[in-house]
């Protein structure tokens, strides 16, 4: 039997985690022709909504969305969601800078720090939860976990709070994805056939194959 961690009895490194979540809504969709990924509803869902609650239903306790382009479009969907809110400011900015600006928004209080990029439309619970007990599994020199399927890194990724603090002081090259090839001995990388951890929405083709579904299926929030 396992806890809701994903834990067997007597199998995790870690005790009860305090869980914050950073989604990454910042973006200006420029692969996309443009448009707000956060607004493409899944299922009738937004995705924006549909991730913070799928983070919340996994067991994050303090939750951040950075948001940047399409700020005002996003707004209204966050009115009533508990949760705190950054904003980059002006038009350049980089996931490196969102993934700083959402971690150092944090409460000091966090064990663990899950970080999500908004376009992934296939996450469920299940599928934090088992990062999750990855992470709690982990030899205690681990400080980072990310999925990968075959040879492709993917998302969310799960890292402490000494991995934070770096992030939040600008150091090393997280969010840019290419630090991850240098693989550090305090990074583990957790292999996964569950292709949810590598399907994103970034382009008008992968729109496209969501577009029309009857289950599950995506279409712009836009227009």
């Known amino acids: 039997m396992t806890d809701a961690d994903g834990c067997e009895p007597?199998?995790?490194?870690?005790?009860?985690?305090?869980?914050?979540?950073?989604?990454?809504?910042?973006?200006?969709?420029?692969?996309?022709?443009?448009q707000p990924k956060a607004l493409i509803e899944v299922g009738g869902e937004a995705l924006i909504l549909r991730n913070l609650r799928v983070l919340r239903e996994a067991g994050v306790d303090d939750l951040v969305v950075v948001t940047g382009h399409f700020q005002e479009q996003l707004a209204p969907l966050l009115e009533n969601v508990d949760l705190s809110q950054v904003t980059q400011s002006g038009e350049d900015h980089t996931q490196s800078d969102s993934l700083r600006l959402g971690v150092a928004a944090l409460n000091d209080g966090v064990d663990a720090v899950m970080v999500l990029p908004v376009d992934m439309p296939l996450l469920t619970r299940a599928d934090l939860v088992a990062l999750i007990g990855a992470y709690k599994h982990a030899a205690e020199c681990i400080e980072f976990v990310g999925p990968i399927v075959g040879s492709r890194p993917g998302n969310p990724v799960l890292f402490s709070r000494k991995i934070a603090a770096s992030i939040a002081s600008g150091e090393g090259e997280f969010g840019s994805?290419?630090?991850?090839?240098?693989?550090?001995?305090?990074?583990?990388?957790?292999?996964?056939?569950?292709?949810h951890y590598v399907t994103d929405i970034d382009t008008p083709e992968d729109l496209a194959r969501w577009t029309g579904q009857t289950d599950g299926g995506a279409r712009s929030g836009q227009g």
């Open 10 to 34: 007597g199998a995790c490194r870690r005790g009860r985690l305090r869980l914050g979540g950073v989604l990454l809504a910042a973006g200006e969709g420029r692969r996309l022709g443009g």
């Open 177 to 195: 994805g290419a630090w991850r090839h240098h693989s550090p001995d305090w990074l583990l990388e957790w292999q996964t056939d569950n292709v």
